[in-house]
Nanobody, 116 residues
């Protein structure tokens, strides 16, 4: 059974940094693309970034390009999102995602709040 567990969210001031983690289990982590999404109340969930199975390919939403860095440690079955220069508009619940066996799998989410 696929399990994705996010951690690392919290309250941070504008301009600050946070590092999110996603611990994965129940599948061969190193074979699958992994993604971060985020969602604010009343809006659709949006793709923030994704990383290929080996970590050598990454892609970012325009809104976070140059500020966020996605990475993974396949030896530890963990994905990361380093978020720098945070803005109030980055406030959202951040979700870890993968598609295993053609079926989408989501974590429970971690809240990130950027506010002074």
């Amino acid at each position: 059974q696929v399990q994705l567990v996010e951690s690392g969210g919290g309250l941070v001031q504008p301009g600050g940094s946070l590092r999110l983690s996603c611990a994965a289990s129940g599948f061969t982590f190193s074979r699958y693309t992994m993604s971060w999404y985020r969602q604010v109340p009343g809006k659709e969930r949006e793709l923030v970034a994704f990383v290929g199975p080996t970590g050598d390919y990454t892609s970012y939403a325009d809104s976070v390009q140059g500020r966020f860095t996605i990475s993974r440690d396949n030896a530890k079955n963990t994905m990361f999102l380093q978020m720098n220069s945070l803005k109030p508009e980055d406030t959202a619940v951040y979700y870890c995602f993968t598609q295993y066996g053609g079926r989408p799998s989501w974590g429970q989410g971690t809240q990130v709040t950027v506010s002074s």
